[in-house]
């Protein structure tokens, strides 16, 4: 099976967080209107395939907001040949719109931004998706000053859900920071330490790519060189997991694909929403 990474043109927030380049970008209507062409031209795309694949969003801004973004994950849901549907979100916009989709397949991986938004009103929205039988995953970026807000949140979501911390970039934990973040995710070590790739075999570019909006397919989000078209036909996978051109991967979205750390195992089919199912 065939797993997408999509990224189109949308780079912009509503949310302002310090540690984010897009906080609070607007795009221009114009690439908005580009932003939607493209992600409609993908949707159509994934219609028409006849082989069987999983598609997770993953824009720069935040794409919920976006009625478009909305009905492509409705639409994905209901594809008989769509495994799974998911996005990256911070839980800004209505839920709603996910009674009209399969429930089985669309998924949402999404961040609490403490600041941005009050406890009491992400943890609503979170506890509505759990009412409405919605997958998903909830996290932080660990600083320091996110630190009780995470416990406090943990203590009041639903058991159910998964709370996953990333390791804020560029910080370095000692012992005592790392065990209080790992009480809360016991996953927090993968995120901790960056991972030395190089030379190593990753299932990017083997049986999971990034897309652009333009359709220029690559192995992942940090390895660049194209692989050719999505719409032209004319990219090629790897027919074995092919090695990592990169000295580290530190991000989940790309180790979590790296085959030395088999989180496959760890995540079976909750991969793309950052859902485990071991623990």
Same mark, same amino acid.
């Given at each position: 099976m065939l797993t997408l990474l999509y990224r189109g043109p949308?780079?912009?927030?509503?949310?302002?967080?310090?540690?984010?380049? &897009?906080?609070?970008?607007?795009?221009?209507?114009?690439?908005? $209107?580009?932003?939607?062409a493209a992600l409609e031209r993908f949707t159509?795309?994934?219609?028409?395939?006849?082989?069987?694949?999983?598609?997770?969003? =993953?824009?720069?801004?935040?794409?919920?907001?976006?009625s478009w973004y909305r009905e492509a994950l409705v639409?994905?849901?209901?594809?008989? $040949?769509?495994?799974?549907?998911? +996005?990256?979100?911070?839980?800004?916009?209505? %839920?709603?719109w996910t009674s009209r989709a399969d429930l089985a397949k669309l998924a949402l991986w999404t961040t609490f931004h403490p600041g941005q938004v009050t406890h009491e009103r992400f943890l609503a929205k979170s506890r509505e998706l759990a009412e409405r039988g919605v997958r998903h995953?909830?996290?932080v970026v660990g600083l320091p000053e996110h630190l009780e807000a995470a416990r406090r949140l943990r203590a009041e979501l639903p058991g159910s859900v998964y709370l996953w911390v990333n390791a804020a970039e560029g910080r370095t934990y000692s012992d005592a920071e790392?065990?209080? !973040? =790992?009480? /809360?995710?016991?996953? &927090?070590?993968?995120?901790?330490?960056?991972?030395?790739? /190089?030379?190593?075999?990753?299932? =990017?570019?083997?049986?999971?790519?990034?897309?652009?909006?333009?359709?220029?397919? %690559?192995?992942?989000?940090?390895?660049? %060189?194209? /692989?050719g078209n999505l719409y032209d036909g004319t990219f090629r996978l790897a027919p074995e997991p092919p090695a990592c051109?990169? =000295? !580290?991967?530190?991000?989940? +979205?790309?180790?979590?694909? &790296?085959?030395? /750390?088999?989180?496959?195992?760890? &995540? %079976?089919?909750? +991969?793309?929403?950052r859902i485990p199912t071991l623990l």
């Open positions: 949308l780079a912009s927030c509503d949310y302002d967080c310090p540690y984010c380049p &897009f906080a609070k970008r607007r795009d221009s209507p114009e690439r908005l $209107r580009a932003d939607r159509s795309w994934v219609a028409a395939r006849e082989e069987e694949v999983s598609v997770l969003f =993953t824009p720069w801004g935040e794409g919920l907001v976006r639409e994905l849901s209901l594809m008989p $040949r769509v495994r799974r549907a998911a +996005i990256q979100t911070n839980l800004s916009g209505r %839920t709603e995953s909830v996290g790392a065990a209080d !973040w =790992t009480a /809360l995710d016991p996953l &927090f070590s993968h995120s901790r330490h960056p991972h030395r790739t /190089l030379g190593l075999p990753c299932r =990017t570019g083997h049986d999971v790519v990034s897309v652009a909006g333009d359709g220029t397919v %690559t192995r992942c989000h940090f390895v660049r %060189t194209p /692989l051109p990169n =000295t !580290w991967c530190d991000c989940h +979205i790309g180790y979590v694909h &790296f085959e030395p /750390l088999r989180l496959y195992e760890v &995540f %079976t089919d909750g +991969i793309l929403e």
